[in-house]
């Protein structure tokens, strides 16, 4: 089995900045592509960041410029850096491992829990 955990979310100002993490543990052989997700009040999950195991990372323009994306492949741990936020970054926030090898050529789907972000003043 593999657990997902998000940490680092909070209530925080208009401007101000967060730092969530994911930290994947269990039975990993690797940890490939990390997708991070977001779902407001009253709204569908949407997909705005994933990175890569070598790094390269993608953001929708919604949140490009103000939130970054990186990964330790050793400690099997995501980071997502958000700063400049705004009320409508407000949602909990979800980290997946969409494609997380459990043995050579033996992939699973993996969701955390999420954590709430509250953007408010």
């Known amino acids: 089995q593999v657990q997902l955990v998000e940490s680092g979310g909070g209530l925080v100002q208009p401007g101000g900045s967060l730092r969530l993490s994911c930290a994947a543990s269990?039975?990993?052989?690797?940890?490939?592509?990390i997708h991070w997700y977001r779902q407001a009040p009253g709204k569908q999950r949407e997909f705005f960041a994933a990175?890569?195991?070598?790094?390269?990372?993608t953001v929708v323009d919604s949140v490009k410029g103000r939130f970054t994306i990186s990964r330790d492949n050793a400690k099997n741990t995501a980071y997502l850096q958000m700063n400049s936020l705004k009320p409508e970054d407000t949602a909990v926030y979800y980290c997946n491992l969409p494609d997380v090898e459990i043995s050579q050529y033996e992939y699973l789907d993996v969701w955390g829990q999420g954590t709430l972000v509250n953007v408010s003043s």
């Open positions: 269990g039975s990993i052989f690797r940890v490939n592509m």
């Open positions: 990175v890569r195991r070598d790094g390269a990372t």
